[in-house]
């Protein structure tokens, strides 16, 4: 049972944040909000995204699974305007979604959660923890994007860098200890990843959202940050790119 009325900023966020990685997933629901876990079809990057029933206008649901296609729920929302509330509701005899906003419904077929696991996340003692201002990130995955394919993320006791390279070409990103809004580092590390996944992350959070960055030596980087005004939370993960000789 679902019965929810969400602000369409919020639930275009959840999509957008999701869909970097998934076009569809499985919604776990209960009395106190919905939960998600989802691995790229790669198993290159994992989310882990909560949302509590504070964020929404009105909540009313229990407990159950919803299998839902993250495209059509985006195609849906580009009827809505900022602001504007939207109506979702499980009608269970039909097994679709139904959404609905300035006088617009629309049903839409739920997919069978019976092949969607729920990935356990990884624990990670990584030997760097640092809190970031999203607008640096952005402007660092950006001048990126002009050099290279893939992006170093180094850190030590002194501060963090984004750094890119291919061929002569070359852009770097250097955030000293006095820039970054926390940071807890018994050693020096770099890890090197995939640009797309990366920035594709990266652009889910808005530019004043501090971003806080686990992070060690060939080792998955984890990104922690919240939305929906602080009801909802999400945790990426992304897989490292091992260059070998």
Do not use: C, W
């Amino acid at each position: 049972m679902l019965h929810a009325e969400i602000k369409s900023d919020i639930l275009r966020d959840l999509v957008d944040i999701v869909g970097t990685i998934v076009d569809e997933v499985k919604l776990n629901l209960s009395e106190e909000g919905l939960n998600l876990k989802a691995v790229d079809p790669a198993h290159v990057a994992m989310v882990d995204l909560r949302l509590s029933k504070d964020a929404f206008e009105s909540y009313q649901a229990d407990d159950s699974e919803l299998g839902i296609n993250l495209n059509k729920i985006d195609q849906f929302l580009k009827l809505s305007s900022s602001g504007e509330v939207v109506k979702i509701e499980h009608v269970e005899d039909e097994n679709r979604l139904l959404l609905e906003v300035d006088n617009v419904t629309q049903k839409m077929p739920l997919l069978d959660t019976a092949g969607m696991t729920d990935p356990s996340v990884p624990q990670l003692d990584l030997p760097v923890s640092l809190t970031v201002d999203g607008k640096h990130l952005l402007k660092g995955v950006k001048a990126s994007q002009n050099i290279s394919d893939h992006i170093a993320l180094s850190a030590g006791p002194d501060g963090f860098e984004i750094f890119s390279e291919e061929d002569e070409d070359m852009v770097r990103l250097n955030l000293p200890k006095d820039l970054l809004k926390q940071l807890s580092a018994s050693e020096e590390v770099s890890s090197l990843f995939a640009l797309d996944y990366f920035s594709g992350m990266i652009k889910s959070v808005s530019s004043g959202v501090p971003i806080k960055i686990d992070l060690g030596s060939d080792y998955p980087v984890v990104l922690d940050f919240e939305f929906a005004q602080g009801h909802g939370s999400v945790k990426f993960l992304l897989a490292p790119r091992i260059e070998t000789a």
